[in-house]
């Protein structure tokens, strides 16, 4: 079985275990660039069904789903 040569510092586990925190926060959003609404990157827009310029979900109010 591996078995690390020297011990660990307690600085390197402190900054190993503090990286956890910045994992957790929330994603970054962008806006929507045809409706202004906060979107994640890369995804279609759930309130208009645009994604990069193009209409590509039919968003109407009656098409709910559940």
Do not use: I
């Not at 660990?8 to 503090?18: F, I, L, N, P």
């Not at 990157?41 to 789903?65: A, F, I, K, T, W």
């Amino acid at each position: 079985m591996a078995v690390p040569k020297k011990r660990t510092s307690k600085a390197k586990t402190r900054s190993r275990h503090a990286q956890w925190k910045k994992k957790m926060s929330s994603p970054p959003t962008g806006e929507c660039s045809n409706c202004g609404n906060q979107k994640l990157p890369h995804r279609v827009c759930m309130n208009c069904g645009h994604y990069r310029g193009r209409q590509v979900l039919d968003v109407s109010e009656g098409s709910n789903q559940g």
